[in-house]
Structure formats: C-alpha cells, structure tokens
C-alpha cells in the first residue's frame, strides 16, 4: 500500500495507527502521542491499497512526488492591490505566482505583481493580465523599484513573504512605508529562510518582525481545516485535484526537474538534502525526492 502525505523523519521503523477519515480514500493517524500535531500531519490518502512501489514506473513515480509540492489559490481583495512575491524563485512561490494569474476571477486584480529573487530569471515573469517585473534582493530599496510600484497607485500592498533572506523583509517593509506612506501594507509569512538558527537568532528575528505593522503568519493546517467545514471533505479534496491538474496542464512542471534520492541519514537521505538547503546549494529548478 501506498499513502500520501507526511511521514515521519527518522530512520527507525515507524508504526501508522490509521482510521477513516472524512474522505473517500482518506485515512486519519489516531495515535495519541500525535494528538496535538496540526491535522495536516495526520491525514494520508490511501493511493491504491494493492499498490507495491516496486511495480511502479518512473512515471507514476513522478507524478505522485510532484502532488506533494502543490499550493492552492488564495482569494483575496486584490483590486487595488500590489503583490509582492518574497523570495519568488521558490517552489511555493511559483505556485503561488501561477494561482494569482490563471485561477482568480477576471478583474479581480493585481494591479501588478513585483517578484523578488535572488536570481535573475525572466522565467518568473510569465504572461500575466497586470504588470510583472522582477528584481533582487540587493535592489529592494532601489529608486526604480520603488517607483515601479508607485506608477500603480496602489491602496494596498500585500507581501507575500515565501522565506526571504535575513532581515529583507524588514528593509522592504520600511522602504515601501516611506515611498506609499497612505498604503496599506499587508504582510503574509508563508514560510521562512531554510537555515540552522540560532536560540539568539530566532529571538531576534521575532522581535524585528514585530516591528511589520499588519503581518500575519499562514497556517495551511488551519486553512484547510476551516475549507474543509464549510465545503465538505468530499468537495474539497475534489477541487484541489481539479486545481492541480490545471496546473499541470499549464507547463508548470517543465522548468523544474525532480532528483530521486533513498533514505534518511547520510550523503544521499534527506539529511544531506537539508543541509543543502540550509548552504543555498539546492538550484531554484531543482525539487529532492526521496525513496525511505
């Protein structure tokens, strides 16, 4: 049998105490030392109860670790809005960067879309129904990027901050208060930059982030606990399938290559694939795979 969803990090055999959930083909773990883990970690979908991975082609293979990585829509009054993309080059972001442009209904906005990356790639700058530019990280607070989002006379900012390097957010927060002192600046932390920190470090960091007046942090867990109350599971789940297979369609996955590794410790686990992460030598067109 084969199962969707998060397993736990570690080399040791791990039990799964697996109970229907609330979806056809959805399974709950009901173990009550993972009680208080955020529903997200506990649910698994069951993708063939007669399944055996090693009869399985590198296709299908494939295709069930790029469903691991998708992000659905975020709807939101953006129809006066400027979308900030932090940290773009990212998988999420990508994601994110294509649900704004195709899924959201017509005249619904952005104004206009400022993608920042510490990559210069026009890739990130894909055909959109608003302006789209991208910039770096050391030009944040340039006179033209700054300009660039005056010109659209927007009433709300909306940072979508993906894991931006080091204090970056902060630098942008305060450049962007000063050049549209009448905006509202709003600020969604989605994730955080891949790096070991330090106790001191992360005290830091939280102290200088709530300096960012109207920041608040994404919890997907939640958000999707709360889709699935009001539209069912069964609803749901359905449209999310739906969502990525338009994604799919889109080209989405052309410009970025799956690399297949096994295990958990050592040069070839996820141990090693972290640590890549954390030095900055995972390529922006690259997503880790593991076979444990």
Excluded at 35 to 46: D, E, G, I, K, Q
Excluded at 47 to 63: F, G, P
Excluded at 95 to 101: E, W
Excluded at 177 to 201: C, D, F
Aim: charged share 25%.
């Amino acid at each position: 049998m084969l199962l969707w969803g998060f397993l736990p990090t570690s080399s040791l055999p791990v039990d799964l105490k697996l109970v229907p959930a609330d979806a056809k083909g959805h399974r709950r773990e009901d173990s009550n030392h993972r009680s208080a883990l955020m529903t997200a970690y506990n649910r698994y979908v069951v993708r063939d109860s007669n399944m055996r991975l090693a009869n399985l082609r590198q296709a299908d293979l494939d295709s069930m670790a790029w469903e691991a990585v998708y992000l659905d829509k975020n709807k939101g009054d953006l129809s006066k809005a400027v979308v900030v993309n932090f940290s773009a080059s990212g998988k999420t972001a990508r994601a994110f960067t294509d649900s704004l442009i195709n899924e959201r209904e017509p005249d619904t906005g952005p104004l206009g879309m400022l993608a920042i990356t510490g990559m210069a790639d026009g890739k990130l700058v894909p055909r959109a129904p608003f302006p789209m530019t991208t910039t770096s990280y050391n030009a944040i607070s340039d006179s033209d990027t700054l300009s660039w989002l005056a010109d659209l006379r927007p009433a709300k900012v909306v940072i979508c901050d993906f894991g931006g390097r080091g204090h970056s957010l902060l630098q942008l927060y305060q450049a962007v208060r000063q050049q549209l002192e009448t905006a509202v600046i709003v600020t969604v932390g989605i994730g955080s930059e891949p790096k070991p920190w330090t106790g001191a470090e992360r005290v830091e960091l939280r102290w200088k982030l709530a300096s960012v007046s109207g920041r608040y942090q994404m919890n997907t867990s939640a958000l999707r606990d709360v889709l699935v109350e009001r539209k069912g599971a069964e609803a749901f789940w359905k449209e999310v399938s739906q969502a990525w297979d338009r994604f799919v369609e889109r080209g989405n996955l052309e410009e970025v290559k799956l690399v297949w590794s096994e295990g958990i410790e050592g040069d070839n686990g996820i141990e090693d694939g972290w640590e890549k992460l954390c030095r900055g030598e995972v390529p922006s067109d690259a997503a880790y795979v593991y076979r444990v």
